[in-house]
């Protein structure tokens, strides 16, 4: 059994959980099973450990149950008035974190596979400054990998205030030992040129979890 690992990375406003999507207890409920009628059945798996995970995480909050999580147009989800959240998936883990918005403005997280990240997408993926220090490492590809993570939390964390889609090369991530600085590189929403987004990573049994909080 895997430790939790977004527990270590989020701070004490922030409920969470995670799962394997292949032994999740627990299903959709009825509006939120028509938003994956069709999907494959790894869709489906991965979709409904999603919910699981918030619905489990949402009722530390006091949210009841029967509360649905679905799904703008955006693809983003839709949370019960008053709190926030973010979920993640890959094939083997899944996870949800959530929070009241009176604590927290907002939230990102992401999972990934720790396989090196491939010369191609790490060119797509990082600007010439991330891809000038990466190559300097030994390992350029796992680390390519933490920077791919960083930016997706970042992405997730600050869509819910921008609305905008942002490019691989709209933030430059500068990582510490175990925490990232994400710096945008363009405005967006609120935020400008040179505004940050902190968060934390870790690496542990073959995935990449990183995560980013807002604070009011
Ligand atoms: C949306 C995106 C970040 C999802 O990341 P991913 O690694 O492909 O997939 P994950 O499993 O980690 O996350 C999927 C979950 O993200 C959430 N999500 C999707 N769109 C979102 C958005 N606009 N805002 C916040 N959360 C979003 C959903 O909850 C989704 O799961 P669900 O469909 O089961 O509810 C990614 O597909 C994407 O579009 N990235 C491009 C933009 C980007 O990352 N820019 C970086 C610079 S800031």
């Not at 939120?32 to 009722?59: H, K, P």
């Not at 899944?94 to 999972?111: F, K, Q, S, W």
């Not at 191609?120 to 993926?125: F, G």
Request: hydrophobic fraction near 40%.
């Amino acid at each position: 059994m895997r430790h939790a690992l977004f527990r270590r990375l989020l701070g004490p406003h922030v409920e969470t959980e995670e799962v394997d999507p292949h032994t999740v207890q627990g299903g959709l409920l009825k509006s939120e099973e028509a938003l994956v009628d069709g999907a494959a059945q790894t869709r489906i798996e991965q979709f409904t450990a999603g919910r699981v995970c918030s619905r489990i995480a949402l009722g530390r909050l006091g949210v009841a149950a029967t509360k649905p999580i679905l799904r703008g147009e955006d693809r983003a989800p839709i949370w019960p008035p008053g709190f926030i959240g973010s979920i993640s998936h890959t094939d083997t883990w899944c996870a949800a974190a959530v929070a009241r918005t009176e604590d927290i403005r907002a939230l990102g997280i992401d999972l990934e596979s720790s396989t090196p990240l491939k010369e191609a997408l790490l060119k797509r993926v990082c600007t010439p400054k991330e891809r000038d220090w990466l190559h300097e490492l030994p390992t350029p590809g796992v680390t390519g990998k933490i920077v791919f993570s960083a930016k997706e939390a970042v992405y997730k964390c600050q869509y819910p205030l921008s609305n905008q889609f942002l490019g691989f090369h709209a933030v430059e991530v500068e990582l510490g030992e175990d925490s990232f600085q994400a710096v945008f590189q363009q405005e967006a929403g609120g935020f400008k040129p040179g505004d940050v987004i902190s968060g934390r990573y870790l690496v542990e049994e073959g995935l990449v979890a990183t995560a980013c909080e807002l604070h009011r």
